[in-house]
T-cell receptor, first 115, second 112 residues
Framework: DAGVTQSPTHLIKTRGQQVTLRCSPKSGHDTVSWYQQALGQGPQFIFQYYEEEERQRGNFPDRFSGHQFPNYSSELNVNALLLGDSALYLC??????????????FGQGTRLTVV | RKEVEQDPGPFNVPEGATVAFNCTYSNSASQSFFWYRQDCRKEPKLLMSVYSSGNEDGRFTAQLNRASQYISLLIRDSKLSDSATYLCVVPHPHNAGNMLTFGGGTRLMVKP
C-alpha cells in the first residue's frame, strides 16, 4: 500500500517564477492538506482540499492556490515566488468520516529553493 | 501568544537517560493532541496521540493537563535512535486529522 507520495522531491526556482507541486494521497484517503515548513520551524497549515474544493485555509496569501482532482490527488501552485517561499512543502492525507478526519499521514515533502 | 509553544532545545542527553518535553497550547477547546517525530530532512511521523489524561507506549509517555493547557512527552531509557525533533501538534477542535497546528519542535540529541 503506497503511502502519501509527493513530486518532485527537490526543486530550484528563480524569484518571480511559478511552481506546481503534486501529491497523491494514501489509498482510501479523500482529504489532502498542504503545509509549509521553513528551516528550523514547525510546519504551517496552508489549506485543505476535500471533494475538490478548498475547505479551510491558513494565513497564506492568494499567491498560494491549489486544486484537487477526482482521484483525490492534489496540486499546490505558488505564483510570483519570493525568496521567503523557500521551504519544505508537505502534503498530508486523511479520510473524512462522519464529521471528522482520521489521522493525517505525511508525504516525504518537496524541498523548494527560490534563488 | 503562539497557539502551540515548545522549548526548541536542543536537549543533549546521554544514552539511558530520561528526558521530558513540555508543550503549551492556547485554544482551551482543543480536544485531542499529538506528538510527531521528525528526523532531519524527513516528513513528520505520528509518535503518540493523546485524547484524555495521557497515553503510554513502551518507553514513551504523553500526559495532558487541561487545566494548565500543556502536554508533556517523557522518554525513558533514551536510545541513540531517539535523536530527532519532536513536534507537539494540536488539531482543529473536534477534528483530529484536519488543520493541524504545530509547535516549533524540540530537538533531542542522545549521545553515547
Amino acid at each position: 500500500d503506497a503511502g502519501v507520495t509527493q513530486s518532485p522531491t527537490h526543486l530550484i526556482k528563480t524569484r518571480g517564477q511559478q511552481v506546481t507541486l503534486r501529491c497523491s494521497p494514501k489509498s482510501g484517503h479523500d482529504t489532502v492538506s498542504w503545509y509549509q515548513q521553513a528551516l528550523g520551524q514547525g510546519p504551517q497549515f496552508i489549506f485543505q482540499y476535500y471533494e475538490e474544493e478548498e475547505r479551510q485555509r491558513g494565513n497564506f496569501p492568494d499567491r498560494f492556490s491549489g486544486h484537487q482532482f477526482p482521484n483525490y490527488s492534489s496540486e499546490l501552485n505558488v505564483n510570483a515566488l519570493l525568496l521567503g517561499d523557500s521551504a519544505l512543502y508537505l502534503c498530508a492525507s486523511s479520510q473524512y468520516v462522519g464529521t471528522m478526519n482520521t489521522e493525517a499521514f505525511f508525504g516525504q515533502g518537496t524541498r523548494l529553493t527560490v534563488v | 501568544r503562539k497557539e502551540v509553544e515548545q522549548d526548541p532545545g536542543p536537549f543533549n542527553v546521554p544514552e539511558g537517560a530520561t528526558v521530558a518535553f513540555n508543550c503549551t497550547y492556547s485554544n482551551s477547546a482543543s480536544q485531542s493532541f499529538f506528538w510527531y517525530r521528525q528526523d532531519c530532512r524527513k516528513e513528520p511521523k505520528l509518535l503518540m496521540s493523546v485524547y484524555s489524561s495521557g497515553n503510554e507506549d513502551g518507553r514513551f509517555t504523553a500526559q495532558l493537563n487541561r487545566a494548565s493547557q500543556y502536554i508533556s512527552l517523557l522518554i525513558r531509557d533514551s536510545k541513540l535512535s531517539d535523536s530527532a525533533t519532536y513536534l507537539c501538534v494540536v488539531p482543529h477542535p473536534h477534528n483530529a486529522g484536519n488543520m493541524l497546528t504545530f509547535g516549533g519542535g524540540t530537538r533531542l540529541m542522545v549521545k553515547p
